[in-house]
């Protein structure tokens, strides 16, 4: 099975994902976490300059990267890793794309549709999307440093984001889970849990 978790900064992806990483590791199920961009050697390099925040790019130029980042991890991660029946929870993918790149810098979702098309992508089968006002979550990214190229966005960037992630959870019930991210961690966690192995028991 195939998951992924998504949603804006600051709404506490990391907090879940070593929660989820203790337990399946104590229940020994096989399950493999992951990342883009910078999953693999290759996405490091591109993940470096992504959130490189003295440099500047154009919006396509950035797709173009995000992509290259993910049709690596795509070909050397997670498609050997479920061809091997391995469960695969990747913090961000393709939804992280439309949300930043469509709605946030404004590429057109078809010019997007156009590039993403090629690359074969697999579905997730489950999608959970934390969900937090973009005010709360920047309250928690400015406590963490230094802010990186899309953190140094203005707020309606953000904005623009958390709407579009909403209404495409919204709209797609059957893959995605929303979770209130004002919610403790534990709490949290035990939604997404019962949810992953939900998931896991069906099929
Ligand atoms: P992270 O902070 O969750 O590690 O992600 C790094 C940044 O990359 C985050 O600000 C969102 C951005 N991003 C995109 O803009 N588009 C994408 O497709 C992905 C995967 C990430």
Redesign the pocket.
């Known amino acids: 099975m195939f998951f992924t978790l998504e949603g804006g ?1 600051g709404v506490g ?1 990391s907090t879940l994902i070593n929660l989820l990483k203790k337990y399946f590791i104590e229940k020994e199920i096989d399950f493999i976490f992951t ?3 910078g999953a693999t050697p290759e996405g490091k390099k591109l993940r470096n300059i ?2 490189d925040k003295t440099i500047e790019l154009d919006s396509l130029s950035e797709t173009f990267l ?1 992509l290259a980042d993910r049709l690596e991890h795509v070909k050397k991660i997670i498609n050997p890793a479920l061809r091997n029946n391995t469960h695969v929870l990747s ?3 393709l939804d ?2 439309y949300a ?2 469509g709605a946030g810098r404004k590429i057109k979702t078809e010019v997007l549709d156009k590039l993403i098309e090629p690359l074969d992508l697999p579905i997730p089968d489950l999608t959970i999307y934390l969900d937090l006002s973009v005010e709360e979550g920047f309250k928690r990214v400015r406590k963490r440093g230094e802010l ?1 190229r ?2 140094k966005q203005e707020i309606n960037f953000f904005k623009r984001i958390r709407t579009f992630y909403l209404n495409l959870a919204n709209e797609n019930p059957e893959r995605f889970l929303i979770i209130d991210s004002n919610k403790n961690p534990s709490e949290i966690f035990e939604i997404a849990k019962i949810s992953i192995l939900n998931k896991i028991n069906e099929s």
């Open positions: 900064e992806k990342r883009e961009p992504l959130l995000l913090d961000r993918y992280s794309t930043y790149q990186d899309f953190e």
